[in-house]
């Protein structure tokens, strides 16, 4: 199976950025669309951004366009997450996910179409 570790939460306060990374195991890291999704209190699991295999296609939840930025360094396994100007309403686990079925140029916003999830990492802005 595949297996991703989420690190680089914490605490930030508003305004403040943190850049989110999920290492993925195997070495067909660049044929998997790769999202990462959020879930706060009470609240369901959302989308936040996604991308192909190749970083060439991104998607963005309209809450963080223009704050935050998806990118993938293939060669190391890794996706990322920048989250500038944090706001209190970003707080929430973060988890990273791995499509490894279909074609890598789909990138879909729904945490149905992905096939394995992190354990999640923690990001909580005060303000």
């Known amino acids: 199976q595949v297996q991703l570790v989420e690190s680089g939460g914490g605490l930030v306060q508003a305004g403040g950025s943190l850049r989110l990374s999920c290492a993925a195991s195997g070495r067909t890291f660049s044929s998997y669309a790769m999202g990462w999704f959020r879930q706060a209190p009470g609240k369901e699991r959302e989308f936040v951004s996604a991308t192909s295999g190749s970083g060439g296609i991104t998607y963005y939840a309209d809450s963080v366009k223009g704050r935050f930025t998806i990118s993938r360094d293939n060669a190391k396994n890794t996706v990322y997450l920048l989250m500038n100007s944090l706001k209190p309403e970003d707080t929430a686990v973060y988890y990273c996910?791995?499509?490894?079925?279909?074609?890598?140029?789909?990138?879909?916003?729904?945490?149905?179409?992905?096939?394995?999830w992190g354990q999640g990492t923690q990001v909580t802005v005060s303000s």
């Open positions: 996910a791995a499509k490894v079925t279909g074609v890598s140029v789909v990138v879909p916003s729904s945490h149905e179409a992905y096939d394995y």
